[in-house]
């Protein structure tokens, strides 16, 4: 390590291009470290991860390069004559570059070699010493010269005090004089005034000016209440949403893949830290500033940010976040309907194998709202990918019911289908009942394929498939229930067949006349050999006077007035009929 007075070492006279863009970029990793150092405790997995990442960077560097010089300005870091950085106006006091100007350091030397444990020691010094007003003395070049680093070298001059301005001592009240030193002191601080500017403020002095006295650097208790106010806000301070403010200005400003993608690494870290914290709201503002990343009005040089920014959100989609995530849901309670929103959007983002750690929040949570929440997610993420839906189907269908069926009800194709028909064997009435609605009033060819139900064992299921057959008139399931009616009827539950004729009525045509005709008209004695029976007759009837046609009503008429008392007795069961509907089958 150098001392303050050691021989300058000849700094090399020319930089390649690539030696140069190399240089940047690992100074850009540097500083990042050096903002994680300062926002997180040294054993913190964020700190070790960026200090890590700047081992590898001078690693690489050293690969290809000599050992990098650089040379220390007020408001900027130069590799030769070139500027590789410049230090941000927002925050400059923070800036380490700041800090080793304002300790005289003209210039710092990184050799190979360079280990990480040297890079520790150099943070650590230098992020003691970054106030004045630190308990311990000293400052960050005699650390340096004491902590005797292998891979560090530098040069220090001492010229500091009298070059940069620490403060405005023009704002700092003096002390108040006693009585009797009034008009000495009166005189004195007209002796010490500044001349004026052309009416400006008086000028601010360093604090090497030798006319400030120490009596006015004490505080008065105005000003030291003042100071603890300023310490409990910093304590206080929220990081998190101004370092995700930082790492989306570092990212927009971005012109390099290398260090595009090492912030979204970083930013990828942090944000598991932020669900834990629960700062849904921040998580949102932060992906919505990435989306806009993605806008079309993106310039074509910038196309490389896309697929970045895709791969960062499908990283993203981790079952140790996913499993977070449900925890957070499972402990959230209703009255938390900020955060519960916030999640929602958030939710939005992540990729659809999030969904399976989604089920235990439908299943344990007795809320609601939570329960309408988190459905809703499912199926804006199921409407980009439905595969988890459907292993949720297969795995948990029979536990989720009629759950499942209310996402199921949001969204549609042939796989969803393909769910509800599976729905449709649930042990659960209810649940077959309202899948076998939602299937026919999708698409009525679904009716067919759902015809083998019309013999369910379940009296309600086949209550409930005749009921969806009755809602649309259809060619094909006339002649499914023309044949079914035809073949073994008479082994059937009669109320159960009269509600079959009941159903073709409603879904049939003309086509089924002639057959209905036969079972009505056919002679009396008929009756006693099955197909006469006065339940096919009353079925016929009723069939007939739902059909309402011209050729329907024309048999209608034969029966009312034929000598059979029993064709007779079963057309009379049409009159509720013919009464609800205002119509006069005697006419």
Known sequence: MSTKEQHKIPAPTSLSGKELRDARQVINIFILAWNNYGLYPEDHVYTIKSLENLVAAFSNFFTNHVDLRL????????????????????????????????????????????????????????????????????????????????????????????????????????????????????????????????????????????????????????????????????????????????????????????????????ISEVAFETIELEKFDLLIKLFQSLQKLLSPEISTEQDWKIPLIDRFFHDLSKPEIFQLISEKLLQLQTSEIEKLEALEQVLHYFSPEVIPFLVPVIM????????????????????RDIGPLEKIAEQHGLEMGDKLLAILNCLQGDRVNGILFKMCEHPSNKVRRKAIKELVERNLKNAQKLFSLIDDPSKEIRACILAAFAKHKSSVLEILLLNYLRENSAQKDPAHILACYKTLG??????????????????????????????????????????????????????????????????????????????????
């Open 364 to 383: 344990q949570r007795s809320s609601h709202e939570i329960q309408q929440l988190v459905s809703e997610v499912i199926v804006h993420l199921s409407q």
């Open 71 to 266: 040379t220390v300005e007020k408001d900027s870091l130069l590799c030769n004559s070139e500027i590789i950085h410049k230090v941000s106006q927002e925050a400059p006091s923070e800036d380490i570059i700041t800090l080793l100007y304002r300790d005289g350091i003209k210039w710092i030397e990184f050799q190979e070699g360079l280990p990480l444990e040297e890079i520790v020691s150099f943070f650590r010094i230098a992020y003691k010493y970054r106030l004045f007003a630190e308990e311990t003395e000293g400052d960050i070049v005699t650390a340096l010269m004491d902590e005797e680093l292998e891979y560090i070298d530098f040069k220090a001059v001492d010229i500091f005090w009298q070059d940069m301005l620490l403060m405005n001592f023009s704002q700092l009240p003096p002390p108040a004089p006693q009585p009797e030193e009034v008009a000495d002191q009166n005189e004195t601080d007209q002796s010490q005034q500044p001349a004026e500017s052309d009416g400006e403020d008086t000028y601010a002095r360093s604090i090497a000016d030798p006319s400030i006295s120490d009596d006015q650097l004490e505080l008065s208790n105005t000003d030291y209440k003042i100071l603890q106010q300023m310490v409990k806000e910093e304590e206080s301070w929220d990081i998190t949403d101004d370092l995700f403010e930082l790492l989306l200005i570092i990212l927009r400003n971005q012109t390099q893949q290398e260090k595009f993608t090492a912030v979204l690494g970083f």
């Open 506 to 587: 409603h879904c049939g045509s003309n086509t089924a006349v002639p057959f209905l005709r036969r079972i009505l008209l056919s002679r009396g004695w008929i009756s006693f050999m099955g197909s006469g029976k006065l339940v096919f007759r009353e079925g016929a009837a009723i069939a007939l006077a739902l059909l309402d046609t011209p050729e329907a009503k024309n048999v209608l008429q034969k029966a009312s007035k034929s000598r059979f008392k029993v064709i007779r007795k079963a057309f009379d069961r049409t009159k509720t009929i013919s009464a609800l509907s205002g119509e006069n089958t005697n006419d």
